[in-house]
């Protein structure tokens, strides 16, 4: 079981309160990982990565761990603490704008 | 009694405002999509409860919200905007050679016979489709494709497709306006298309009177008589009575004929509104007043309304798409500016009143008279 975190505007658009609770079939990678969350959720489609070149959108950062992941390969493993659930993947979106 | 719903975009959510046909009490319901740029929002002609809006956000892309009860619920439906083919360039700020890059949603058009049909116009420019209530998107390519699009360039607000005029007497004819390419018609429901800017004349372009490049604002029908054309350009208010295929200019008095929106009355096809702003380089009304110009001759002679908007010290901005009309006998007009006021006028623009003063900067405004 994995646990996400999403930032705000997209807990509002998912419909859910606090962090979300993934089972990821095979190894956990960013891409794994974000594809159980849109087949989960599917208005999320779109919001985090590309639909068409499946990038992360800019303004988002991964993190998890103490670590920023954004620069990570999408199939690289996720770290032992995530895929376990002790620790949360989280999905930073970037502090600008008014 | 009629009700009157007015369907406002604003850069941090969408709000709808209500009233019975007296228009004199308003309800405000919103924000919707907190937080939120939503850039238009329309509702079907042949369905008015069904409504579609477009909200987008820097960080989070772009989204397609539907209601099918006027606007109490809202759901996602498809956000999928792929380019047909390859989708080739068009010309950045400095002339090189651009790819086309999807950004946003600046305007949906309802077709005017099914509420499951749905036009949108994109940044980078693009017109898309859905037949499905906006589950799925498929491009028009006629437009890029026709042979201009290589040269089309951004204006200051991105290379939008902001106007989507649909011909009420003819299902395949359109009618689309682009920052900063010009306007383009389509006889074919939407295979084909042609520019059509002869007569527009652009001071800031190499080539003055070139067939595309043209900084075209808004374009406004009236629907009993769609081959008269209105336009609010970057700078010039213009006319055409053959459809596109030629334009006058029309300014006559008004104190600047730079500005964004332009629109119709309801019952009366040759009194038109604009909003005049005092330059490309300082967008709020002139002297501080902000004034509605409204022509009673389908341009050239105007008058001012001011009757119950600031005449001093005001700097808003009114956007291109933030002006409508209701079609009660007595026609009201709509008016939304970058300071957060949405104003009303119930007789034709004699008088003004704001519906609601602090929303945030509104970029759409749209009216439904609701039986």
Redesign the interface.
Known sequence: MIRVIL?A??R??AHVGGEVRLDVEGQATQRSVLDALEAHYP?L????R???TQQR?P??RFFACEQDLSHELPDALLPGAVTSGVEPFLII??IA?G | MSNIRVLVGTRKGAFILTSNGKRDRWDISGPHF???EIYHLKGSSADPDRLYASQC???????IQRSNDGGKTWA?VG??F?YDGVPGTHQWYDGTPHPWEFKRVWHLEPSLTDPDTVYAGVEDAALFRSADGGQTWQELPGLRGHGSGSRWQPGAGGMCLHTILLDPTDPRRMFIAISAAGAFRTDDAGKTWRPINRGLHSQHIPDPIAEVGHCVHRIAMHHSRPRVLFMQKHWDVMRSDDAGESWQEVSGNLPTDFGFVIDVHAHEPETIYVVPIKSDSEHYPPEGKLRVYRSRTGGKEWEPLTKGLPQGDCYVNVLRDAMAVDSLDSCGVYFGTTGGQVYASADAGDSWAPIVRDLPAVLSVEVQTLP
């Open positions: 930032p505007h997209l509002t658009l208005m489609r779109g919001t985090i590309d639909q068409v959108r303004f988002l979106a970037a704008g | 907190a937080g939120w956000s820097g960080w989070f892309g772009q989204l996602p956000n999928k792929v």
